[in-house]
């Protein structure tokens, strides 16, 4: 599908989420000097203006990384990925949302490798503009979960590959479970990163049912919501389903989700950690 844009969403709490648990990896992983191969399916613009355009028509950034931004009671995680925000943002007020790949190349270094998925006409624009320079990045415009496939293994033998389509297509939640599966199967050892939304609980369970069904190994599910599940249109919540979990993130998040459900969500907001899959 080429009609979504990431810009209404950028910096919602889905965006925390994701980030914030995208953060925790890539510190990890970083702290062994060996290279390391990073892959984002779904790239986007790689970076949002939130005082203009797109985001200004739903202000979704207000319920998500605008409830965190002039906090000074914030959990260790939650000041780790605002202090990476805040360091790209440059400025003293929120006005800039950085997309995964701009979080990505802060964080990684000279010997690492960044591949960008993405094949919206006009988001392309956007992250040639902003990644065309750098030598270690390389941008595909094309579909990532198909055509990332490929560069798996990776010659580093580390690598992480982040998953994060639109889910417009309601066989998405099954083309990615798939995706992952053929992934998996040419790097075992790889990180994997996917993110979904909670719109209909079915579509969910039906999602966590063949992740279990998959073959794969230590996967963690981790989930947030703003409110409880309910019938109307729009996503209420939304989860990271990691392969290859880095030991420390399960104890991060046991004390990072309950707080942000307290500080950020509706009463009857909740927050769920679960072993889908053990080693």
Not at 49 to 68: K, P, T
Not at 120 to 149: C, M, W
């Amino acid at each position: 599908m080429l009609s979504y844009r990431h810009a209404f969403h950028a910096g919602n709490f889905a965006d925390v989420l994701k980030h914030l648990v995208l953060i925790q990896i890539l510190d990890y992983l970083v702290l062994k000097e060996k290279a390391i191969c990073f892959i984002d399916t779904h790239a986007g613009a790689g970076g949002y203006a939130l005082n203009s355009g797109y985001a200004q028509q739903n202000l979704e950034f207000e319920n998500g990384v605008g409830q965190l931004w002039q906090r000074h009671d914030l959990p260790e995680a939650v000041s780790r990925y605002l202090d990476v925000i805040k360091a790209i943002n440059r400025s003293a007020t929120l006005q800039y949302y950085p997309g995964s790949p701009l979080i990505i190349k802060h964080l990684m270094r000279p010997q690492d490798r960044l591949a960008l998925f993405e094949w919206h006409p006009t988001e392309l624009e956007a992250l040639v503009k902003k990644f065309s320079k750098d030598p270690r990045i390389h941008i595909y415009p094309e579909d990532g979960l198909n055509q990332s496939i490929p560069l798996l293994p990776p010659i580093e033998r580390r690598g992480l590959v982040l998953i994060d389509p639109a889910y417009e297509i309601k066989t998405d939640y099954q083309t990615v479970v798939s995706t992952l599966v053929s992934m998996y199967r040419r790097f075992a050892t790889g990180t994997y990163a996917l993110w979904y939304p909670v719109i209909e609980r079915q579509r969910n369970q039906k999602l966590e049912r063949q992740l279990r069904a998959s073959g794969i190994k230590n996967i963690l599910l981790f989930e947030w919501a703003l409110c409880a599940d309910h019938t109307k249109p729009g996503m209420t919540g939304c989860g990271m389903a990691v392969i290859n979990p880095p030991w420390t993130l399960t104890a991060t998040l046991q004390q990072t989700l309950p707080w942000l459900v307290n500080t950020v969500s509706d009463r009857d907001g909740y927050y769920r950690i679960d072993p889908l899959v053990s080693q």
